[in-house]
């Protein structure tokens, strides 16, 4: 008899934003796949009795290749598992997550998504940086940075000229390159920028500068991923509206 899997977004790392519908059903899995930035607070919600495979994935280091994973989905739900593939964030945004939801259809396995909250959304939240404001900005443009000099597909024009927020995820290996493609397109060198290292996490920690700036920050700060980069005018309300840090503050 042919199992089922959950494609599971697991959110940004507070396990307090995991969902009700994706805790029931890690409770309930067999199987449970989860990659890198899965905290181990969330895995605590999965039953002892069920099988744990790790396949995260670091830059340019692959524990488990793409094909791998899905291979591995298939296999043990054709076993009859209970599967839930457990991603960091939302499993559609950035997760390959339909690749794998493909591969799940071409061998007619019965599968379901359960979205999760995007750090593309909640890392900016927490670091007091709304995306949107009604005199900032209407409107927001979220893009990967990790693969966007490999495709044609990002309108850098469009991006750099708008007043819309930016968001870019899994950017900061490219940061400089990124920086130079918003100039050369328009974009103010004296736009603010805001990275955010482990957001929504007791390790969160937030560099404020400008398209100008932000690169030689990065490097002094020693950032690396897991990081959001935001860019636009919204980064300005963080002066006044972070709460996040304050509060870790005050538990200590």
């Known amino acids: 008899m042919t199992g089922c899997v959950y494609l599971i977004g697991a959110g940004p790392g507070d396990p307090g934003l995991l969902t009700l519908k994706a805790k029931r ?3 309930q899995s067999d199987v449970v796949i989860y990659d890198r930035l899965v905290t181990k607070e969330i895995l605590a919600f999965v039953s002892s009795q069920a099988e744990q495979i790790y396949v995260g994935k670091e830059t340019n280091q692959h524990t488990v290749a793409q094909e791998e994973i899905n291979a591995l989905l298939i296999e043990k739900a054709l076993s009859g598992h209970i599967v839930s593939r457990l991603k960091g964030g939302d499993p559609f945004v950035f997760g390959r ?3 794998e939801a493909l591969a799940l259809v071409a061998k007619e396995i ?3 998504i359960v979205p999760g909250i995007s750090s593309a959304i909640a890392v900016p939240a927490y670091a007091g940086i709304p995306l949107t404001h009604r005199t900032l900005a209407s409107g927001f443009h979220v893009i990967t940075g990790h693969e966007c000099f ?4 990002i309108p850098w024009e469009t991006v750099a000229l708008s007043s819309q927020t930016l968001v870019i995820l899994m950017g900061i290996g490219h940061l400089q390159k990124i920086v130079k493609k918003l100039a050369f397109h328009g974009r103010s060198l004296d736009t603010p920028v805001a ?3 482990w957001g929504t996490t007791t390790k ?3 560099i404020v500068g400008t398209l100008l700036t932000i690169a030689a920050l990065a490097e002094e700060f020693q950032i690396k991923p897991p990081s959001v980069i935001v860019v636009g005018e919204v980064v300005r309300l963080r002066d006044k509206l972070q709460w996040f840090e304050p509060l870790m503050e005050a538990s200590r």
């Not at 490999?150 to 597909?153: L, T």
């Open 204 to 206: 969160q920690e937030v």
């Open 97 to 99: 997550g339909s690749e």
């Open 150 to 153: 490999h495709s044609s597909e």
């Open 25 to 27: 059903y890690l409770e």
């Open 110 to 112: 019965p599968f379901e």
């Open 195 to 197: 990275i955010i290292r």
